[in-house]
């Protein structure tokens, strides 16, 4: 299904309290982009999650709840009639991008008329599945990359992610409709892309490695697929 002709494109990222499914954003950004990757305008505020931060997220990216006191929290920030906050819903369609953007739409589902999701961290495992990860810093400095002022704080994380999408769309040629419309199939990745069997054939797993991952995870379209593609040929090879 095409994108609306009126379709905004924003290239998003959030800081969160933590990775499960409890967890809240304390940092929300993005920039918005035309089809031409012209940068349009860009929003930045610290969220008040109202939880705990565990430690683990405050060392990723430097935030702790002392930080945040003054802060507004999601809801506010798209509501309050204030020059700190947004003040309203996107409402707009619009595509989310961003480096494993399906986590940070979770925390803004409620706030966007999201169309479709392109992640940058999907094309980098495609183009370039003999890297050793496929982080965001990662792929910034193996592709010479303009390097992140503070990574792992929003707008940082937001022009790192834009240029990386640049870069993604000069080297497959395609314009930013037509990325989003490849980003909706699913492909088989050439190996394991993460964890302890990082870069073996997919042949290779263990069989209880490989149920872990099918139960596991279903948001990174490339890994549900190549997974569920993988027990289906061991089946076949019976």
């Known amino acids: 299904m095409p994108l609306p002709e009126n379709t905004r494109y ?22 918005e982009i035309d089809e031409d990757f012209n940068i349009l305008n860009q929003f930045e505020s610290l ?3 109202q939880c705990m931060i565990a430690p683990a997220a405050s060392g990723v990216h430097g935030l702790t709840l002392a930080d945040l006191k ?15 906050c947004y003040g309203h819903t996107f409402d707009d369609p619009c595509v989310l991008i961003g480096h494993k953007v399906s986590f940070d739409y979770r925390f803004v589902k409620d706030y966007f008329n999201v169309q479709a999701l392109l ?11 003999d890297m050793d990860n496929a982080k965001l810093t990662t792929m910034s400095y193996a592709l010479g990359l303009p390097r992140p002022t503070e990574a792992h704080r929003v707008l ?21 409709p037509q990325l989003v419309e ?15 069997h990082a870069g073996k054939d997919w042949r290779e797993l263990p069989a209880p490695y490989l149920r872990w ?26």
């Open 10 to 31: 924003l290239v998003l990222d959030t800081e969160a309290t933590g990775i499960s499914e409890a967890d809240k954003a304390c940092e929300i950004g993005w920039l």
């Open 47 to 49: 969220i008040d999650p």
């Open 70 to 84: 003054d802060a507004p929290t999601i809801e506010e920030y798209f509501s309050a009639d204030d020059p700190s």
């Open 119 to 129: 992640c940058t961290l999907l094309w980098s495992r495609r183009l370039y599945s």
């Open 156 to 176: 940082s994380d937001c022009t790192t992610a834009y240029y990386l999408l640049r870069h993604i769309a000069e080297r497959t040629g395609m314009r930013l």
């Open 182 to 196: 490849a980003s909706k199939e699913p492909r088989m990745l050439p190996t394991v892309p993460f964890g302890k």
């Open 213 to 238: 991952m099918s139960e596991a995870i279903s948001d990174d379209l490339d890994i549900a697929f190549s997974v569920k593609q993988e027990i289906q040929n061991r089946k076949e090879r019976k």
